[in-house]
């Protein structure tokens, strides 16, 4: 019953790097989001797939690019990170649209140096 | 600009308290409201609300959404220690079809 699986749990990157978060449910769900949260800021969505084949920018997505692999797999790739990307990133999948409760994985803990 | 309030940011009780968490908002078209729970990792789900006035409740846990004055208030009666968490709120607005969090509400229970 693992339900929203992110990997990896922890990174360390440095300036200018680039990387690959991976995220992948099993609930069978529609719609897969990528959000960041940090201290103060609450929530806020990076990008959103609202169904297979499809993706949205949300509040925040300079600097950030996404995959809606297939169905099960929604990925977040950070081609040159900075430090200002420092933060704890969320996936969510919901059966529908947003408007339908969201399931979150445990969080990405990035770090950039 | 679409915005959800939550208040207090920060709150402490002793167990067996009753309290009463806060969320406002300010969206061009509301569809529902949704509260999380956020221990130390992923937010969990507790309820979505589209409709004033009418109550959900979950155990100790109940919510209220009142649409003509654009909140809602969480409830949680007799607290426990596993109460303690983060409790956020968010908002799907149909515009944009974005889920708008606040910045949460940090409920500390002491034993």
């Known amino acids: 019953n693992a339900g929203v699986t992110q990997t990896p749990k922890f990174q360390v990157l440095k300036t200018g790097q680039s990387m690959t978060l991976q995220c992948a449910q099993d609930?069978?769900?529609?719609?897969m989001y990528w959000y960041r949260q940090d201290p103060g800021m609450g929530l806020r969505l990076i990008y959103y797939s609202a169904s297979e084949g499809t993706t949205d920018k949300g509040e925040v997505p300079n600097g950030y690019n996404v995959s809606r692999l297939n169905k099960r797999e929604f990925s977040l790739r950070l081609e040159s990170a900075a430090p200002s990307q420092t933060s704890v990133y969320f996936c969510?999948?919901?059966?529908?649209?947003?408007?339908?409760?969201?399931?979150f994985g445990d969080g990405t803990r990035l770090s950039i140096l | 600009e679409d915005k959800v309030v939550q208040s207090p940011l920060s709150l402490v009780v002793h167990e067996g308290d009753t309290v009463t968490l806060n969320c406002s908002y300010e969206v061009t078209n509301f569809r529902s409201l949704l509260w999380y729970k956020q221990e130390k990792k992923a937010p969990t789900f507790l309820f979505m609300l589209t409709s004033s006035g009418i109550e959900k409740k979950s155990g100790r846990l109940s919510s209220i959404l009142d649409k003509k004055e654009l909140f809602s208030i969480l409830n949680i009666t007799a607290t426990q220690t596993g109460d303690s968490a983060v409790y956020l709120c968010?908002?799907?607005?149909?515009?944009?079809?974005?889920?708008?969090f606040g910045k949460g509400t940090k409920l500390s229970v002491k034993p």
């Open positions: 968010a908002v799907f607005e149909g515009s944009q079809g974005n889920l708008i």
């Open positions: 969510a999948s919901s059966e529908r649209s947003p408007q339908w409760p969201q399931h």
């Open positions: 609930m069978n769900h529609n719609s």
